[in-house]
């Protein structure tokens, strides 16, 4: 739906304006930091990019630069605490969702895997 400006099957479910907004920086001249954990357990620290800018917009984590996987700059991403991930690249109109049900959060071999299949997906797009 994100892909198609906001409508899915003929049915509009967000207006494109409203996609548009959701899918810019609203931060300003502030930069996403690398996530530190307050609590091991649940979470470990996690940067998804490290030394990338990265923004948020209204909904999603914003990558400003290609990703070395292949995800175009621009790619709006998300993630929920038991590593479950999804991306949307509007540029290559592609999009991945990667769940899991492990804790930590961040955790590196989820995170490893998760790069691998992003790559996967790239590369069958070439």
């Not at 996403?32 to 490290?50: L, Q």
């Not at 038991?82 to 540029?91: F, G, K």
């Amino acid at each position: 739906m994100i892909l198609h400006g906001g409508t899915w099957n003929g049915a509009t479910i967000l207006a494109p304006e409203t996609v548009t907004l959701m899918s810019q920086s609203h931060i300003g001249a502030l930069n996403v930091t690398p996530m530190r954990s307050v609590n091991p357990a649940f979470s470990n620290d996690c940067d998804f990019f490290p030394g990338m800018v990265q923004k948020w917009g209204l909904s999603f984590l914003i990558n400003t630069q290609q990703s070395a996987e292949g995800r175009s700059a621009g790619s709006l991403a998300w993630a929920g605490l038991a590593n479950c991930y999804y991306w949307i690249d509007p540029v290559k109109r592609v999009t991945g969702v990667l769940a899991t049900q492990i804790m930590p959060f961040c955790d590196a071999e989820v995170i490893a895997l998760l790069r691998r299949f992003e790559r996967a997906v790239y590369v069958t797009l070439a």
